[in-house]
Antibody, heavy 123, light 107 residues
Framework: EVQLVESGGGLVQPGGSLRLSCAAS????????MSWVRQAPGKGLEWVSS????????YYADSVKGRFTFSRDNSKNTLYVQMNSLRVEDTAVYYC????????????????WGQGTVVTVSS | DIQMTQSPSTLSASVGDRVTITCRAS??????LAWYQQKPGKAPELLIY???LLQSGVPSRFSGSESGTEFTLTISSLQPDDFATYYC?????????FGGGTKVEIK
């Protein structure tokens, strides 16, 4: 079964840091670009970042550029996002998502999503 | 950055109705557009990719079309399971943008 499982969410103070993980199974992980998408409470979907299958290319939304670092360990079938200098407006459910097409280098339609992990930034 | 303007934001409909949701891109995205369905407390699910291609396992009452920079999701006959929020997403290039969402409510 193709599956993505996020972990690492929690409560953090403004200015703090958190690292999220996303464990993948059921597909050839290194062949697919992956992304993080977040959803603030009661709001719509916001793309956060994407990473190529080999990990050599990473792209970020302006809202997180310079604060978030996206990486992947293909030997462990796991994605990571290191979130620093967190702000109240980073409060959201964070989803990892798999790009549908193997030929998409970085972005694409997302055919598999994790269940999400909740990040709350509050003092 | 490419902006996606989705309309309407809310739609009230009855079971059996034909429902249309529209997304307009601020510039050309070719056919690099997807549609998702999201239910409360759940992750989004892919319905349509490349503007009109039906994702495996998605009922055929869902369809997508395009005309220039305007994209449409149509549900031919609304079913009880279809009351949800729908999002469009463009993926032309490195950056991705979602539309603001359309909540389909029971009339």
């Amino acid at each position: 079964e193709v599956q993505l499982v996020e972990s690492g969410g929690g409560l953090v103070q403004p200015g703090g840091s958190l690292r999220l993980s996303c464990a993948a199974s059921g597909f050839t992980f290194s062949s697919y670009a992956m992304s993080w998408v977040r959803q603030a409470p009661g709001k719509g979907l916001e793309w956060v970042s994407s990473i190529s299958g080999g990990g050599g290319g990473t792209y970020y939304a302006d809202s997180v550029k310079g604060r978030f670092t996206f990486s992947r360990d293909n030997s462990k079938n796991t994605l990571y996002v290191q979130m620093n200098s967190l702000r109240v407006e980073d409060t959201a459910v964070y989803y990892c998502a798999k790009v549908r097409s193997m030929t998409s280098v970085t972005s694409g339609a997302f055919d598999i999503w994790g269940q999400g992990t909740v990040v709350t930034v509050s003092s | 950055d490419i902006q996606m303007t989705q309309s309407p934001s809310t739609l009230s409909a009855s079971v059996g109705d034909r429902v249309t949701i529209t997304c307009r891109a601020s510039q050309s995205i070719s056919s690099w557009l997807a549609w998702y369905q999201q239910k409360p407390g759940k992750a989004p699910e892919l319905l349509i990719y490349k503007a009109s291609l039906l994702q495996s396992g998605v009922p055929s009452r869902f369809s997508g079309s395009e005309s220039g920079t305007e994209f449409t999701l149509t549900i031919s006959s609304l079913q009880p399971d279809d009351f949800a929020t729908y999002y469009c997403q463009q993926y032309n290039g490195y950056l991705v943008t979602f539309g603001g969402g359309t909540k389909v409510e029971i009339k």
